[in-house]
């Protein structure tokens, strides 16, 4: 049995000094196996890459010098690989301590899930093995996580690894190498958060009409927010265990902009991607303008989605300091680096110039902030449209996101007396309001490509974390907890709204609430509903190519394992034969699911293609009577 892309036939003849040639056909392809010095044995490879599922006659063949052959045959299967999967709850949701996880490993038959079990860690806690009990679904072995201890807390990121054996010996794991690219799961159990609507995939942007979201096999799309009807853009390359970047993605009014990991930027626009690779990093964005970083960080280049046209922004050859912008709507740049002192802008502007090393200034479209690191302080200032260089505050613990801008509103960061950071806001009419005062420092929720925008309210409202938790501060008022630190925050159309994961959350503030305490948005809806009760996306929309990807089979769905047989019996042989490294009957070669697709057709054995699922065929060359000359 061999389910991997290629498979090797290993031959012991008898008696080995009569054999010249030894051959071996499968599935109608025959080739020459050589002979191995070593130990006497033949071998060769087949490659199994479009041989479909199904069962077929390995035949061996050995040749004397005389031309006389003696010949075995065994039946052996290429069989579809089981799958191994979380089916409850999709992944990137946001669960309570209490909602059910539900795995199941399908595997093909005859062959059976042996030892199915699921390893759960966390940022609180150390790997846990739980092992699977009586399935409730016939054909399948399904394991449902009992309450973890300690118990499941608000914050806490959930990876869940899933390994089943071989009958023949082996462990198979779902992903491939654990921890890489597994999905989370978010514990939120706020009363504050309602649930809007949900993604396929975990949430990178939104607005109001769309959704930007990245699923467990990076698959970029788009989700129409009106119809639910998704359309894919692309597929980003699978992380690998030494990632250490992120992916992020913004919209923009023609489409959508998406960073890889791995150092790939991609552009959708007016319904086709971007027909130029480019490599580097995306800085920052606002309409259908961006600017982006080739690798060295000697060139920054502006690109117009809208037209997919490059234009060099700035040469800096042999730079060792980052650039960091901003764009404002009406396309105006404001950006900085570590060479120079001041916040550069139009034409010839210059803001500020203070010792230090200047980080990421930040502008809605009027008012221009900036700081400046001299290694022990961090100093805010703020430019106003008319020009005065405005001190905010020091903070003496750094922060190169300390900034928000917003409706003339600015808040930032500054340390009391303890040096502990709090939280600060300048109105427009230039009063200053201190907005936290915990006893650890508190920091601002950014996102990138959206760095200094989102954490504040047309009136001033600030989002911050602090100590686990997400809090909005108003002036006069001691900040309100709305939930965990997890997530993304945005205030948005006249709302607070929180992204987790693959859910939109509004905010309820305030005495938004039922009459039972649960939090009320727009929505009316609870923060933690079952996530099968939430929104359902039922519709896909093609490519604007014709190389879309049907949709996976559900492998809890009896027509989702192809290939499977039933009541088949081996052939007999003219000689011992054993398949797959051992004699008797034969036990698979291989058994699981390849890393990142774990529904069965899709992509089956991708990372195993080097591997070698290996017959061993013993053959014994027959003793004839032959003319002799």
């Not at 890489?180 to 009363?191: D, F, H, L, R």
């Not at 990632?243 to 902009?257: H, W």
């Not at 800085?283 to 997919?308: C, F, K, Y």
Request: aromatic share 8%; hydrophobic share 35%; proline share 8%.
């Amino acid at each position: 049995m061999t389910r991997l892309n290629s498979m090797r036939v290993n031959v012991r003849t008898t008696p080995p000094e009569e054999v010249h040639a030894v051959e071996a056909e499968y599935a109608g392809v025959t080739i020459p196996l050589t002979r191995n010095e070593y130990n006497g044995t033949y071998s060769g490879t087949f490659d199994l890459t479009h041989i479909p599922y199904g069962r077929y006659t390995l035949k061996v063949t050995a040749y004397d010098r005389y031309g006389e052959a003696s010949t075995i045959e065994r039946l052996v299967y290429r069989y579809a690989p089981p799958t191994m999967r979380v089916v409850s709850p999709p992944p990137y949701t946001p669960i309570t301590r209490d909602t059910p996880i539900v795995a199941r490993c399908v595997a093909t038959l005859p062959f059976s899930c042996i030892n199915f079990r699921a390893i759960v860690s966390s940022q609180f806690r150390k790997a846990e093995t739980l092992y699977a009990g009586p399935s409730t679904v016939p054909g399948v072995t399904e394991l449902i996580l009992p309450p973890l201890s300690p118990p499941l807390q608000p914050g806490e990121v959930l990876r869940i690894g899933l390994q089943s054996e071989n009958p023949g010996g082996g462990v198979h794991s779902l992903p491939a190498s654990y921890g890489t690219y597994a999905p989370a799961y978010y514990v939120e159990q706020s009363p504050k958060l309602s649930v809007v609507q949900r993604a396929p995939g975990a949430i990178l942007d939104f607005d109001a009409t769309r959704i930007l979201f990245l699923d467990q096999y990076y698959h970029v799309g788009v989700v129409d927010r009106a119809t639910e009807v998704v359309t894919h853009l692309g597929e980003l390359q699978l992380p690998t265990q030494y990632t250490r970047t992120e992916d992020y993605g913004a919209l923009t009014p023609s489409g959508a902009v998406m960073q890889s990991w791995n150092g790939y930027l991609f552009a959708w626009a007016n319904g086709r991607f971007s027909t130029t690779e480019r490599r580097g990093w995306i800085d920052a964005v606002n309409g259908d303008s961006l600017l982006w970083v080739t690798p060295d960080e000697d060139q920054i280049n502006l690109l117009t989605l809208t037209t997919d046209v490059d234009t060099t922004f700035l040469l800096r050859p042999g730079t060792t300091s980052p650039f960091q912008a901003d764009i404002t709507a009406s396309g105006n740049i404001y950006y900085s680096t570590y060479e120079e002192p001041s916040i550069r802008g139009p034409g010839e502007l210059r803001l500020g110039n203070h010792p230090g090393n200047l980080q990421r200034p930040i502008t809605d479209g009027a008012i221009i902030a900036g700081r400046w690191w001299n290694g022990a302080v961090c100093s805010s200032y703020l430019y106003t449209t008319d020009g005065r260089e405005v001190f905010l505050g020091d903070s003496r613990q750094g922060n190169a996101s300390g900034l928000l801008v917003h409706a003339g509103y600015t808040a930032f960061l500054k340390s009391d007396d303890s040096a502990v950071n709090q939280v600060w806001v300048r109105t427009p009419a230039g009063s200053l309001h201190q907005l936290s005062d915990f006893p650890t420092p508190s920091r601002f929720d950014q996102q990138r490509l959206r760095i200094g925008h989102d954490g504040i309210s047309d009136t001033g409202e600030v989002v911050f974390l602090n100590d686990g938790k997400r809090y909005i501060g108003r002036p006069g008022e001691e900040p309100e907890e709305i939930g965990s630190e997890l997530g993304h925050a945005r205030w948005f159309d006249g709302r607070w709204y929180v992204t987790l994961g693959n859910t939109l959350f509004e905010v309820a503030t305030g005495d938004e609430t039922t009459g039972d305490g649960a939090a009320k948005g727009t929505a009316g809806r609870p923060v933690m509903e079952r996530w099968e009760e939430a929104l359902e996306l039922l519709h896909t929309a093609p490519l604007s190519t014709d190389t879309a990807e049907p949709p996976a089979p559900d492998p809890s769905e009896p027509e989702a394992a192809p290939g499977t047989f039933e009541g088949l019996d081996a052939a007999p042989l003219s000689g011992d034969v054993a398949a797959a490294g051992a004699l008797g009957d034969p036990p698979p070669a291989a058994m699981g699911c390849s890393a990142g697709r774990s529904a069965a057709g899709q992509n089956a054995g991708s990372q195993g293609a080097a591997a070698l699922a290996s017959a061993l065929v013993g053959l014994t060359l027959a003793r004839r009577g032959r003319r002799r000359r």
